[in-house]
């Protein structure tokens, strides 16, 4: 039995090539919606909801696993250091996916900032005043409670979940600044949007291409918008998914 952690569209996709292969899979997501896009290729269980080192290591300790497959997204980073170090407290072979990065064009409009406090400080900037946040929620809190962003408007773009547009709620932003949708989206509909909220400044991050990070800043960037790009952390021990599977048919 192998656990993929997945939610992600690489998750999918490597669930949907293990179960290809024979083996038996247990895959893990964050939200149901998730859960039902991982368990289409036939799963042998299907778990949702946010994993803690306790539930994590109850789940490792109760089933008979061969492996985990970290799917998670790259800026998931706690959910992968503690699956890491509880694969190997528990003897567990450990295998990351790594997303490829986006090589971004050369531009005076794009700003590459290595934190979220750097992107905070960033959008502070005079004329910044309705600042288009494609992040999701998990750093929302660090921009809406900044003292330099406090009277500009932040527009977020968050997941059609009710866990995400009650994050924004309790916040405080109003329904008119939450733009609930399921990405990636294309060049065409990212512009539309920036252009509809009358946004000064776009704030993204290194998801990927996968991630539809490149469409949003192609956008900000035809729209001759500023756009800032949160670097994502650093993985030394990454792999693809063809050294994955390979990984894993040897342990058998």
């Known amino acids: 039995m192998i656990l993929v952690l997945a939610g992600t569209t690489e998750g999918r996709e490597m669930v949907a090539d293990l179960c290809a292969r024979g083996y038996q899979v247990t895959t893990a997501t964050l939200t149901a919606y ?66 490829p990065s986006v090589e971004l064009p050369i531009n005076p409009l794009i700003k590459s900032v290595k934190g979220w406090t750097e992107a905070v400080n960033a ?5 910044f005043n309705n600042i288009f946040l494609t992040i999701g929620t998990r750093h929302l809190p660090e921009f809406v409670r900044s003292p330099g962003l406090q ?35 294309g060049r065409e509909l990212n512009a539309a949007l920036y252009s509809y909220y009358k946004a000064d400044v ?3 991050k290194d998801s990927g291409t ?33 050294e994955i599977l390979a990984a894993i048919q040897a342990l058998y």
């Not at 997204?73 to 997303?99: D, E, G, V, W």
């Not at 959008?123 to 004329?127: D, I, K, L, Q």
């Not at 192609?218 to 998914?241: H, N, T």
């Open 34 to 99: 998730g859960a039902e896009l991982a368990g289409a290729a036939g799963v042998v269980a299907n778990l949702s909801g946010p994993l803690s080192e306790d539930g994590l290591s109850n789940l490792l300790q109760g089933r008979r696993f061969t492996a985990l497959v970290d799917c998670t997204h790259p800026f998931a980073t706690n959910i992968t250091k503690m699956a890491k170090q509880l694969c190997a407290r528990h003897s567990l072979p450990y295998y990351r996916y790594a997303r």
């Open 123 to 127: 959008v502070t900037a005079p004329g």
């Open 202 to 204: 776009v704030v993204t």
């Open 151 to 185: 009277g500009k408007r932040l527009i977020a773009r968050v997941l059609p979940e009710t866990d995400s547009i009650a994050c924004c709620r309790s916040l405080g932003l109003p329904p008119r600044d939450i733009v609930a949708v399921q990405g990636p989206c």
């Open 210 to 242: 996968v991630g539809g990070a490149l469409e949003k800043v192609f956008a900000a960037l035809e729209l001759d918008l500023p756009v800032i790009v949160v670097r994502r952390p650093q993985e030394e021990d990454g792999m693809s998914k063809a």
